[in-house]
C-alpha cells in the first residue's frame, strides 16, 4: 500500500538506506541522530496496570534495537470514557508512565480520543550515534545468534482469550511482556555485536529471515534451542495459535529450510507474533563470551539459539 504513495527522500533520513528499519532514524548533527516509533494496540491482558506496562514496553522496543538511548515518550490513548471506569485509564497510564520512567525518558504529554475499544502505546524519541548504532545488516558468518526473551506470547494470549488459560497461567509471559529490552541492549552495546532487530509481530521466523536477508547470510536455527515460556508449546499442541503465525508461517515459507523435518510445534513457536518480544542479536565467535557476561551482569537470560553461515544468504535453515 505505501508504494502507491510518494517516498520522502532526504539525505539525513538514514532509515532510508536500512532495510527493514522499524523506527525513523534521522540525523541531527554529525555524531547525532533522532531514533522515532510509534506503537499502540488493544489490550493484551485484563489487568490495565500491565497492559499499560506492556504497550509501553513493546513501544520502546525499535529504539533500544538500534542501541539509541530514549528520551521522550508521548501517550496515544483510545478509550471509552461512557462504558469503562476512569480509573482503568489512570492504571493503563500509571503502568506506561512508571516505564518511561524506567527508561530513563520524560513523558512529555500525549493525545487521547474517545473510541469503543480502549488503545494504548508510545510514540518514543531516542538519540543514537549513528556510527555506533546496530541495525539488521552487519551479521557476518560465523557470528552467533542470542535471542533475550522466550517466544509463545501470540499463543498464551490467544489461549487467555479463549479462557483456556488465566492470567496467573502466564504470569512469567507477562512478566517477560513487561521487561525492558533496556538493559539487553545495552548489554550488546558493551559487547560490540554485530547486528540485531527485535522480535515483534512478524514472530522470530520473520525478525530473522529479514535479519538474514538484510545482512546477506544465512541463519542456522536449532529449534530445540527455542526459550519458550511456560505453557507455550502444550497451548500450540492443542492448536491455540493465532492467525498471525499462520500468516507469518505462509509468508516466510521460501525464506525457510528444514521446515518439513522440524517439529510442527516448534515451528508454530517461530512463526508466533510476538508483543514485546526479545532482542536477536548476532554477535562474533570471539565477542559472544563477552557478550553472554554482559548480559548475565544484567540479569538478562541468556539464550543462544543459532548462527550465522555464508551458505543460502537470505534463508532460515532449521536443524
Ligand atoms: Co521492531
Not at 512529555?108 to 502505546?121: L, M, Q, V
Not at 488459560?165 to 558493551?190: F, P, Q, R
Not at 515483534?200 to 527455542?226: K, M, P, Q, W, Y
Amino acid at each position: 500500500m505505501l508504494s502507491q504513495l510518494p517516498k520522502f527522500e532526504h539525505p539525513d533520513l538514514l532509515s532510508n538506506a536500512i532495510p527493514f528499519a522499524d523506527a525513523s532514524i534521522y540525523r541531527i548533527s554529525e555524531n547525532q541522530a533522532l531514533v522515532q516509533s510509534v506503537d499502540f494496540f488493544t489490550p493484551i491482558v485484563d489487568d490495565p496496570y500491565l497492559y499499560g506496562q506492556i504497550a509501553a514496553a513493546n513501544s520502546l522496543s525499535d529504539i533500544y534495537a538500534v542501541g539509541a538511548r530514549p528520551i521522550t515518550a508521548m501517550n496515544v490513548v483510545s478509550f471509552p470514557m461512557n462504558c469503562l471506569e476512569p480509573d482503568i485509564l489512570v492504571k493503563i497510564l500509571q503502568g506506561g508512565a512508571d516505564q518511561v520512567a524506567a527508561a530513563g525518558a520524560v513523558l512529555a504529554g500525549g493525545h487521547s480520543i474517545e473510541d469503543e475499544e480502549p488503545k494504548y502505546g508510545l510514540s518514543v524519541t531516542g538519540l543514537v550515534d549513528p556510527d555506533k548504532m546496530l541495525t539488521a545488516c552487519g551479521a557476518g558468518r560465523g557470528d552467533l545468534l542470542y535471542l533475550t526473551k522466550p517466544v509463545g506470547t501470540g499463543i498464551l494470549a490467544t489461549a487467555l482469550k479463549g479462557e483456556v488459560l488465566s492470567e496467573c497461567g502466564m504470569a512469567l509471559a507477562i512478566d517477560g511482556m513487561a521487561t525492558l529490552n533496556k538493559a539487553a541492549s545495552e548489554a550488546m552495546l558493551a559487547a560490540g555485536a554485530s547486528a540485531c532487530t527485535d522480535v515483534t509481530g512478524f514472530g522470530l521466523i520473520g525478525h530473522g529471515c529479514e535479519l538474514a536477508e538484510a545482512s546477506g547470510v544465512g541463519l542456522r536455527i536449532d529449534l530445540n534451542a527455542l526459550p519458550l515460556y511456560p505453557q507455550a508449546q502444550d497451548m500450540a499442541a492443542i492448536g491455540l495459535v493465532p492467525v498471525g503465525a499462520h500468516r507469518n508461517k505462509k509468508h516466510y515459507a521460501r525464506q525457510l529450510l528444514g521446515a518439513e523435518r522440524s517439529d510442527p510445534i516448534l515451528l508454530d513457536l517461530l512463526c508466533d507474533p510476538q508483543t514485546s518480544g526479545g532482542l536477536l542479536i548476532a554477535v562474533s565467535a570471539e565477542r559472544s563470551e563477552l557478550l553472554e557476561q554482559e548480559l548475565r551482569q544484567r540479569s538478562v537470560p541468556v539464550y543462544r539459539i543459532g548462527e550465522v553461515t555464508d551458505e543460502h544468504p537470505g534463508i532460515m535453515e532449521l536443524i
